[in-house]
């Protein structure tokens, strides 16, 4: 199967567009708001009408208030939630909609424990650990620590790019990967030529594993 791509971060409905003609699966739309890729509903709206027809979108939260994920919900068309923070199982599944856990990777913890407490998520997307910060940091992970045997299908984050995406899959063989700042000229603003370069590197080793 071709490895799906999400861009995430997406601030601008032109970059929204760039992404879809670049490829990419989906969009991610970040409701963070210490994120510098954070945006409102407004924002939200015009992005998700600039693109065309099966790009899913996906809205990413930071272990938000009930109250502020479902006004967000009510008002923006999202095909999946993803929830990046220290959310409970419990919490992910209230709203009765597909959602993505993120899981971060770093010593001491167990992957596959953590992933067994969200089984009836869509999928889980693991990204590198940094101390007060989510997700968007460019910082990578030792992909040798991703366990075999995840319950899920498994998307992949943490300081991806066009040069390194190739050995991201040839090590890990994800059903997905999730890139934000690789792809930008400055954070939240995404780069044409850089999103297409990562979809060529990740069409290219596709086309070798095929």
């Known amino acids: 199967m071709p490895t799906r791509v999400k861009i995430c971060g997406i601030t601008r409905p032109e970059d929204g567009l760039a992404a879809a003609r670049a490829g990419a699966h989906a969009i991610g739309l970040v409701f963070h708001p210490q994120s510098p890729r954070c945006v409102g509903v407004t924002q939200a709206q ?3 009408a600039a693109l065309p027809p099966l790009v899913s979108v996906v ?40 959602y993505l ?9 167990d992957l596959l424990a953590q992933a067994a407490e969200y089984g009836d998520a869509a999928g889980l997307l693991l990204d590198a650990f940094v101390p007060g910060v989510p997700g968007g940091s460019g910082r990578s992970f030792d992909w040798a620590a991703v366990p075999a ?10 300081g991806l ?13 994800p059903w997905a990967v999730d890139v934000s700042s690789g792809v930008e000229s400055a954070p939240g603003i995404k780069d044409a030529a850089r999103m297409g370069a990562f979809m060529q590197a990740v069409r290219q080793v596709d086309d070798e594993q095929g």
């Not at 479902?70 to 990046?84: G, K, M, N, S, T």
């Not at 856990?101 to 913890?109: I, M, S």
């Open 101 to 109: 856990k993120a899981l971060h990777v770093r010593d001491g913890v």
């Open 149 to 158: 045997g995840l319950p899920r299908p498994l998307l992949l984050a943490g």
């Open 59 to 98: 809205g990413l939260f930071v272990d938000a208030a009930q109250e502020r994920i479902a006004e967000v919900l009510a008002q923006v068309p999202l095909d999946l939630i993803q929830f990046h923070g220290a959310e409970p199982a419990a919490d992910c599944r209230r709203y009765g909609r597909r």
């Open 46 to 48: 015009a992005i998700v």
């Open 161 to 173: 790019d066009a040069g390194n995406v190739a050995q991201a899959i040839r090590r890990v063989r």
